[in-house]
């Protein structure tokens, strides 16, 4: 077959081709064209099939104008065919049916025990107070009596901040640095509870996380004595805990208090036996707390001779996963929906 014969053919095909496109509307009338265009019988074959007359030296010409043609009718038809699978997926939607619920939202595990925490002792009298999660090293170790250079500031791992000018910024270790805020700016009778995110400059593990949240505890007045912190700690933890637990208070240190104790409770799961929740000990630690170290009171311009009052501190991830048997605190901020749909 001559070369100019061949591309008369590609331009007949070429025109029809387009005229039946015309007529595709459907999976069926693509089916139709299928037949006819790109099966073995099919017009595109067939000029194919007329490339082996075409003399020699014209072949290669010949070939890429067939492969032209070819790969643009195969290209359209897959395009209709993409568009007929994807309308037949619209077409299977069901649209009398009922919408899917929407997933209901609800309140994190570590939000649910600072809410109870702000509500038990709400309705002791105490109030919400806030500060600053960027501290100056003032609010967060010297007016609570850390001495400079002194190990008690190694109790906790800071992170620093770079400033251009300032050298004494940090975010918070502990929320007692709202403590000091409030004593500065009011006077006694205070009462109050400070929660808030802290940080600390450590390895996070099962145990422990550089970012979680604790609640500070203040009570100043005149006459504050060890019998009212024991006793509000007590009435706190007796309702927080839904249990008849016993409590001791086990001296300690903190250099923001003195005498400082740390407390703890029978454990609510083993009722002291001992078991894995209280590594079989029987004893859980629910706090921190002391009397206001006399150096602090001064530091913020509470007369110690005139004021006392005592503090707590407690780490409201632990108090979460004591609750709820959860032993490894990162469960709680990977996001995951099955370990938090279950609170
Ligand atoms: N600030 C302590 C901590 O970071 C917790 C604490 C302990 C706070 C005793 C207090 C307290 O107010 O009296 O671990």
């Known amino acids: 077959m001559e070369f100019a014969q061949l591309l008369e053919q590609i331009e007949n095909v070429r025109h029809e081709v387009e005229l039946d496109f015309a007529t595709v509307s459907d999976a069926a009338s693509l089916e139709r064209f299928r037949l006819k265009h790109l099966v073995r019988k099919g017009s595109v074959q067939f000029l194919i ?12 010409a010949a070939g890429k104008a067939v492969n032209e043609l070819r790969s643009w009718v195969e290209s359209a038809f897959r395009d209709f065919q993409q568009q007929f699978t994807r309308s037949q997926h619209v077409t299977l939607v069901d649209v009398t049916l009922p ?4 997933g209901a939202g609800r309140v994190h595990p570590v939000t649910q025990t600072l809410d109870r925490i702000v ?4 309705s002791l009298g105490f109030v919400v107070a806030q500060g600053p999660d960027v501290e100056d090293d003032a609010h967060n170790f010297g007016k609570l009596n850390f001495p400079a250079d002194h190990p008690a500031r190694d109790m906790q791992d800071t992170f620093f901040i770079n400033h251009a000018e300032r050298d004494d910024l940090l975010l918070r270790t502990h929320t007692s640095s709202v403590q000091v805020r409030v004593m500065e700016s009011t006077s006694p009778p205070i009462r109050c509870i400070m929660p808030g995110r802290v940080y600390r400059n450590e390895e996070v593990s099962a145990r422990s996380l550089a970012e979680f949240h604790m609640v500070e505890g203040l009570y100043i007045d005149r006459g504050v004595s060890v019998a009212d912190l024991k006793g509000t700690i007590t009435a706190f933890a007796r309702r927080f805990y839904n249990a008849d637990s016993k409590f001791r208070f086990r001296t300690s240190f903190f250099p923001f208090t003195e005498p400082s104790a740390e407390v703890d ?12 929740v209280c590594k079989h000990s029987g004893w859980l630690e629910i706090c921190g707390c002391g009397m206001v170290h ?28 004591m609750l709820n048997g959860i032993d ?14 279950q609170f």
């Open 99 to 102: 919408p899917r619920p929407p």
């Open 119 to 122: 509500d038990i002792f709400g």
């Open 265 to 276: 409770m029978t454990c609510f799961i083993c009722k002291g036996a001992g078991c894995r």
């Open 328 to 341: 490894d605190a990162r469960l709680l901020y990977e996001n995951d929906l099955r370990v938090l749909k």
């Open 49 to 60: 099939e007329q490339l082996r007359s075409v003399p020699k030296a014209e072949k290669p």
């Open 294 to 321: 006399p150096n602090v009171l001064s530091a913020c311009g509470i007369d110690p001779e005139e004021y006392s009052g005592f503090a707590f501190g407690l780490g409201v991830e632990r108090v979460t996963m």
